[in-house]
């Protein structure tokens, strides 16, 4: 059975902080992997990874996959408090269509 | 506002009460699916539409369950004979699927189902 495990289930940190975020997961066929960020509501998208070795990156944040260790990390550089939210990492298997998340990561960035 | 918008944001209902939410996905987008998520958990897959058809269904997915996309564009899913192990978020997301490469699923804010 697909799966995704996420570390730490929850992290609390004070502004300024670095956070690395871990994802790990045992698919069958993997195709692709899905960092999205979940605040009061919908999840929103971050990152989708491929290949391993190559960052991706936006203004703080930024993703690593290793496709032979199977698992993705997020970082957040100068944490704030409006980067609180749950970190979602799902999988998508070469297989099917549907996502499977992991449990997320709840991040509190305190002032 | 041209994103993912599902009705009701909020729905209580009493065990045994059948119950039908709506998703809009974003207009140019092919692909429809539904999700449930419970508290502390990340969102389980629960269907999804190609256009009008329905091409994948969790096993999550009990027989009181049903999903239609019927003219391609909005969805309903309809829970009958509600119980309150079906108290959760549903979440609806879609995306544009062009050839082999993994669509980015965009999410809606999702509906509340409480049942009593």
């Known amino acids: 059975e697909d799966k995704v495990v996420q570390s730490p289930l929850s992290l609390v940190v004070h502004e300024g902080d670095t956070v690395t975020l871990n994802c790990s997961y045992e698919?069958?066929?993997?195709?692709?992997l899905l960092w999205y960020k979940q605040e009061k509501k919908a999840p929103t998208f971050l990152f989708m990874l491929?290949?391993?070795?190559i960052e991706k990156k936006s203004g703080r944040l930024s993703s690593i996959l290793d496709k032979k260790e199977l698992f993705s990390i997020l970082n957040i550089t100068a944490t704030q408090t409006g980067d609180s939210a749950i970190y979602l990492c799902?999988?998508?298997?070469?297989?099917?269509?549907?996502?499977?998340f992991g449990p997320g990561t709840r991040l509190s960035v305190l002032p | 506002d041209t994103g993912v918008s599902q009705n009701p944001r909020h729905k209580i209902t009493k065990r045994g009460q059948n119950v039908t939410f709506r998703c809009d996905p974003i207009?140019?987008?092919?692909?429809l699916y539904w999700y449930r998520q419970t508290l502390g958990q990340g969102p389980e897959f629960l269907t999804y539409?190609?256009?009008?058809?329905?091409?994948?269904k969790s096993r999550l997915l009990s027989d009181r369950f049903s999903a239609e996309r019927p003219k391609g564009s909005f969805s309903t899913l309809e829970i009958q004979r509600t119980e309150q192990g079906d108290s959760a978020m549903y979440l609806c997301?879609?995306?544009?699927?062009?050839?082999?490469?993994?669509?980015?699923?965009?999410f809606g804010p999702g509906t509340r189902l409480t049942v009593l």
């Open positions: 799902a999988v998508v298997p070469n297989y099917g269509q549907n996502f499977v």
């Open positions: 997301a879609s995306s544009f699927r062009q050839g082999a490469v993994t669509d980015t699923q965009y």
């Open positions: 539409f190609q256009n009008e058809a329905q091409l994948e």
């Open positions: 491929t290949s391993s070795g």
């Open positions: 207009s140019e987008h092919n692909r």
């Open positions: 698919v069958t066929n993997f195709r692709s």
